[in-house]
């Protein structure tokens, strides 16, 4: 299944930085709006978790059209994964996803939802144990 995903270069969403862009959401957060994992349905999930959405459509209902040009102006992207349905918990609002266990397909622009960059299947050649030992 798809998973749309807000995040930085370094690969981290809005709310995991004292970024401005985090009080500025958790100024405005609503429980009915952006509720709280547990208040959503998702009552388990660890550190290897992040959280995103099934579809465009759920991302801008939870981050308004305001929240997301300041994403575009603070370099944020929406990334698209590709993950197996085992690896992810749906809530009524949002998912919780093992990252590790999926794949970035494709980058969007958070205001515009034009495609970025497109990342292609590409197998890097794994290194033999042998080939690394100097002699």
């Not at 809005?14 to 957060?29: D, K, L």
């Not at 370099?75 to 994964?81: A, E, G, L, S």
């Not at 349905?85 to 093992?98: L, M, P, R, S, T």
Request: one cysteine or more.
């Amino acid at each position: 299944m798809k998973v749309f995903r807000i995040e930085d270069s370094f690969e981290c969403g809005p709310y995991c930085r004292s970024h401005i862009i985090t009080h500025n959401i958790y100024a405005i957060r609503s429980a009915k709006i952006r509720p709280a994992p547990w208040n959503d349905g998702i009552l388990y999930y660890s550190d290897k978790h992040h959280f995103g959405f099934q579809n465009l459509e759920d991302l801008k209902r939870w981050f308004t059209q305001k929240d997301r040009k300041s994403f575009q102006q603070n370099k944020y992207r929406i990334c698209v994964y590709e993950v197996k349905e085992k690896h992810v918990i749906v809530g009524n609002k949002q998912v919780a996803f093992i990252k590790n266990k999926s794949k970035r397909k494709e980058i969007l622009d958070p205001l515009t939802f034009e495609l970025k960059k497109k990342i292609e299947n590409v197998r890097k050649k794994r290194r033999k144990f042998e080939d690394e030992i100097p002699f």
